[in-house]
């Protein structure tokens, strides 16, 4: 036994001799993990760590070890009160004017958004996240405006993406929302002329192509990481064969860069340690012509730190590389450490360094040379294939470490879990060198030899065709990529969405399940669809209320991003674009068209059934969206609920007349944007024990009245408020209970049977 602890002190040691700006940074990430949680859990921490680094090899290193931990200690809680400090007080500050320094290009074209530094106010410093219209501002230049301060938004779904706590990790203190009037960008001539060389060079790698087709938006997402927009289909297709990092400017493409120009330097015959000196400038210039996004100056300070070693005649060591680069990240701001980019671009070299020599012995079978063959004695075409196994035996040991090491973050983060990337980025990564060689091609002919650039983008264009066929041909491989936050219960998801826009979900534990409508075609994209993804749903039929465009999710967005099979379908006509979709497209795409006029009941998951009460009349093209809607029940496990959108009062009506039972024990509602809705007639009829009503801010004919609110109670229904609940998840619980669950509030409310 003591032998063997000797020997683990041992090893520890040898470690740390050979990398001890790693160790170092790891000390500073534990600190600073712990302090996110209590302070104290962090200094204790750093005076542990210290002892252990006294015992393990002397005073002087635990006393380093104690440095570092506090300084990166100290700094993340100076910032992060700082931030809080700010916070509190803009909050509490009353509307005016405000002047900025905007810290990277607006994103967006009249509406536009970006992180800003305040220039004026007793806050100046703060970092603010700044929302304007009009002139869309690039990094650097000043913008002013009159705006209110607001908080930083929640997250208002289950599974919605949560962009309070990635602001927060980057600083950003509060929403600065500027008004229309009395707004300006002011650029220098500086940033003008980098926004200029920026914009040009994302011309010359794309030259000659459609600006929106899918080649030019897969090679500007490889070469500048600009992630396609509104291309739900090409994106999932990269996200589940466990590619997508090829989107993203980071170390891979810092280091094909880095060798594309090495190989150039040499090939000209500079000198190793002058090559070395040359590289640096291409690299970090290469990083802030792709918009210094945070994995690429990472990327290319790690290579400077890597490259820096053949300047210094020191032996090379990428685990001390990038150990210096996250040592001082930490100490500079240990916010970075809670952003997932953060953790998986770090963390996935981490494991590359450490676990390669490991996982490389699982494919040396491949590298063996023949057996009783001298490699003398082989002919050229044998050092060949002996040479490919080589190269391909240490490619399948660096993609299954990094593999290794990005599970258990892509799991925490994003609930998928990808085992067919090990195989995928062997095949896609020389894909990606040879498009990056292409389009850095294309950005040096372009000033000079413009058509010869625009015919090596149109041969480009074929190998991102390539890379696209190969993120597809792995992603649909069975088994190759599945979700691990798989609901283990059915249930009834009423999404929150802006603007008056509606959508809801029936999830079957393991039965797909049902889109009670979609959303626009922005909530749905931005919302519905990524919620669904990390909560392991995949929808594959449709059901439509009415032919409202805040309610379609934009037709052919929906069955893009997920398998649907069939829709139903409220009316037959419609002038809405996005109804016109699912009309005329959805058919051309496998998608099976059911009319609503046509059926009385459509099965649901779980052996539940949605009962169709009241269709409107197919052919009144003429009437308002929220004339035409169709109201539904639906049964399930005795409990049923009725789900009435946007229809009024003439809905309403009509299904009084009909003299049909109605009842239900929720009514889920919306708002009809020129009429009232849940009258008392119909409240009797129903007799619901709970109203659950949809609230937006914005349109004010979207906003629920209070005095309508205080009625329902006073009638004895329970009411929930969307505004405060944000979205609802409903379950039934194993005594047969409803419990209907909110996510922004985490408010219960416990239905008995009646």
Known sequence: ?????????????????????????????????????????????????GFFGYFLKGWRHGL??????????????????????????????????????????????????????????????????????????????VVRGRGNFTPLPPPRNPGEFDQAAWLRSQGVAVVFEATLSNGSVTTSRLARWGAKIRQSFRAAVTAGLVDDSQQARVIRAIVIGELPQDSDVLVAAFRNSGTLHAFSVSGLHVAMVGSIAWLILRLIGVPRRWAVLALLPLIFGYSWLTGNSAPAVRSAWMAAVFLGAFV?????????????????AMLIDGRLLFQPGVQLSYGVVAAISVGTAWTSRAFSWLAKPELYLPLALMTPWQTRWLNFRRNLA?????????????????????GLITPVSIFAGIVLVPLVFILLCAALLSVALYPVALPMSRWVTHVNAKVADA???????????????????????????????????????????????????????????????????????????????????????????????FPIKQVLLPVERSRSPGFRSWLNEAPAAGIQILQVANLTSLPMPDDARLEILHSPDPLAQSASADERVAIFRLHWRGWKILLTSDAGVAGELALLDSRQDISADVIVTGHH?????????????????????????????????????????????????????????LTIDPSGALRLAGFVDHSTLMLKPR
Request: proline share 5%; net charge neutral.
């Open 394 to 414: 240490q490619s399948l040991g660096v993609s299954l470490s990094a593999g290794i090491g990005s599970t258990p973050l892509t799991a925490f983060h994003f």
């Open 673 to 729: 944007r020129g009429d009232i809705t849940l009258t008392d007639q119909f409240l009797d009829a129903v007799h619901p024990q709970a109203i659950l009503a949809s609230n937006s801010a914005f349109p004010t004919s979207e906003r629920l009245d209070p005095g309508r609110v205080t009625f329902w109670r006073s009638r004895g229904i329970q009411v929930i408020d969307q505004a405060k609940s944000g979205g609802v998840t």
């Open 467 to 561: 890379c696209v066929l190969t993120a597809q041909g792995f992603s649909a491989i069975p088994g190759g990529h599945f979700q691990i936050r798989q609901n283990s219960q059915p249930f009834l998801l009423i999404y929150d969405l802006e603007h008056g826009a509606g959508a809801a979900c029936f999830a079957g534990a393991k039965e797909g399940g049902v889109l009670l409508d979609c959303g626009g075609f922005h909530s749905f994209k931005r919302c519905v669809a990524p919620s669904l993804r990390r909560l392991g749903i995949t929808p594959d039929s449709v059901v439509l209320s009415h032919p409202d465009g805040d309610h379609l999710g934009g037709g052919a967005p929906v069955w893009e991003a």
């Open 1 to 49: 036994m003591l032998k063997d602890r000797f020997g683990m002190r041992q090893k520890a040691i040898v470690f740390y001799e050979r990398h001890p700006l790693f160790v170092a940074a790891m000390v500073t990430v534990i600190c600073v993990a712990l302090a996110d949680q209590k302070i104290a859990w962090g200094i204790a921490a750093a005076v542990l760590l």
């Open 64 to 141: 380093a070890w104690l440095i570092c931990g506090g300084l990166a200690l100290g700094g993340y809680v100076d910032r992060e009160e700082f931030r809080k400090s700010n916070e509190i007080r803009l909050l509490g500050s009353a509307a005016g004017e405000m002047e900025g320094t905007v810290l990277a290009d607006g994103k967006g074209s009249r509406f536009w958004s970006a992180p800003v530094i305040l220039q004026n106010g007793p806050q100046a410093g703060a970092k603010v996240w700044w929302e304007g219209r009009g002139e869309v501002p690039v990094a650097g230049a």
């Open 312 to 328: 210094f005649r020191r032996r090379p060591d990428l685990l001390n590389a990038l150990g210096a680069v996250l040592l001082a």
